[in-house]
Structures are given as structure tokens and as C-alpha cells.
T-cell receptor, first 118, second 113 residues
Framework: NAGVTQTPKFQVLKTGQSMTLQCAQD?????MSWYRQDPGMGLRLIHY???????DQGEVPNGYNVSRSTTEDFPLRLLSAAPSQTSVYFC?????????????????FGEGSRLTVL | AQSVTQLDSHVSVSEGTPVLLRCNYS??????LFWYVQHPNKGLQLLLK??????LVKGINGFEAEFKKSETSFHLTKPSAHMSDAAEYFC???????????FGKGTRLSVIA
């Protein structure tokens, strides 16, 4: 049971490049989300999903795209990276109800991906 | 709407003295509340959670928190700080399974030898 797995752990990009941060979970969780963490700002929600085929915007969605084609995977895409997107990114998942993957509502986090945009 | 306020951005204590990290929440309904800890350059780990059972919740590493509805508070305490407790702590509120959790901005705990 690996939990939430994020790749890559570190990435350096040039302004204007695109990339995808991968996130996978093996807990059959319906809810998945992406946060960015910046000094003094806490964790800010970028996008989230409550199930395959369903996504919604969080607090800071601009410049980021997501899709949810399977329960397990929730990739985050940067279409044209900007220096303001330099941050640490966390993927997190939780169970939302009864049955497989249900839990008591806490988020399970990946180890983070540190992105630098030059 | 729900929100979380962590009243101190930085708390410094001496090793062996009590820890108090303060958290107030705002929610229209009965929330679930959590405390997470993040050590430097690490991910977030769940310390404890309140989900409408006992109001005094015990977590890992000797931490506990008390849910006080009348004060809309969920303060985190520990009787005796260890050097290994130095970290960032986040108070989090959740309304239901399908809604995003709301994070406070964090409190950095420093422990002085």
C-alpha cells in the first residue's frame, strides 16, 4: 500500500515550458486535490476532484489544468510555466463516503514536488 | 462559508515546557477538525482529528486538542515540548466528504534547548 505517490520530486523549468506533475493513489479515494505551498501563505488549493470525470477549481487555479480520467490518477498540468509558479506542490486524497475507500475525512498527502521556474 | 484562523504565526517554547497552539474556526455546520504537522522539507502528517465524538482528542507524540463549540476553538496542546516537535502546524476544518478542506496559514513551533 503506497498511499499517495507524486512525481517528480524536483523539477526546474524555464519560463514558458510546460510540464505535468503526476499524482497516483491506491486507496480507492474518490476525492483528490492539488495544493501549492509558499512561505507565509500556508497551503492554497489549486484544483480538486470528487470522482472520475469531475473536477473543480480551488483558490488559485489560474495557469493550471487538471483532468481525472481514473479514480487513481490526478495529474496537474502547467501549460506555460511562469516564475510565480515556483513553489512546492502537494497532492492529497481522502475517502468521501461509505464503502471502499471511505474514511473519516482526513487528507492523505504525497511527499511533495519542488518546482523552480527560471 | 468555513474558515480557520491560527492566532500565532510563530510560537517559541523551551524544551520541557508546555505547548499551546491556538486555532479558531468558523463554520455554519458541525465541522470535522484536524491538526497536521509538517517537519522541514517533508510532507504533512495527521496529528489528530475531531469528528463529533469525544471533544478531547488525543493524537500522536503526546499532542491533544479540545473542541470547544461555544468558543469555536480547537487549540493544540502538549504538556512537555521536545526538540523533535519543532515544525509547522496546520489547523484544518472540513464540512463534508465532498468539500475541500480549509487550511489555516500555519504556526511555526520553535523549541529552545
Amino acid at each position: 500500500n503506497a498511499g499517495v505517490t507524486q512525481t517528480p520530486k524536483f523539477q526546474v523549468l524555464k519560463t514558458g515550458q510546460s510540464m505535468t506533475l503526476q499524482c497516483a493513489q491506491d486507496m480507492n479515494h474518490e476525492y483528490m486535490s492539488w495544493y501549492r505551498q509558499d512561505p507565509g501563505m500556508g497551503l492554497r488549493l489549486i484544483h480538486y476532484s470528487v470522482g472520475a470525470g469531475i473536477t473543480d477549481q480551488g483558490e488559485v487555479p489560474n495557469g493550471y489544468n487538471v483532468s481525472r480520467s481514473t479514480t487513481e490518477d490526478f495529474p496537474l498540468r502547467l501549460l506555460s510555466a511562469a516564475p510565480s509558479q515556483t513553489s512546492v506542490y502537494f497532492c492529497a486524497s481522502k475517502g468521501t463516503g461509505k464503502g471502499a475507500g471511505a474514511g473519516t475525512g482526513e487528507l492523505f498527502f504525497g511527499e511533495g514536488s519542488r518546482l523552480t521556474v527560471l | 462559508a468555513q474558515s480557520v484562523t491560527q492566532l500565532d504565526s510563530h510560537v517559541s517554547v523551551s524544551e520541557g515546557t508546555p505547548v499551546l497552539l491556538r486555532c479558531n474556526y468558523s463554520s455554519s455546520y458541525s465541522p470535522s477538525l484536524f491538526w497536521y504537522v509538517q517537519h522541514p522539507n517533508k510532507g504533512l502528517q495527521l496529528l489528530l482529528k475531531y469528528t463529533s465524538a469525544a471533544t478531547l482528542v488525543k493524537g500522536i507524540n503526546g499532542f491533544e486538542a479540545e473542541f470547544k463549540k461555544s468558543e469555536t476553538s480547537f487549540h493544540l496542546t502538549k504538556p512537555s515540548a521536545h526538540m523533535s516537535d519543532a515544525a509547522e502546524y496546520f489547523c484544518v476544518v472540513s464540512l463534508s466528504g465532498n468539500t475541500p478542506l480549509v487550511f489555516g496559514k500555519g504556526t511555526r513551533l520553535s523549541v529552545i534547548a
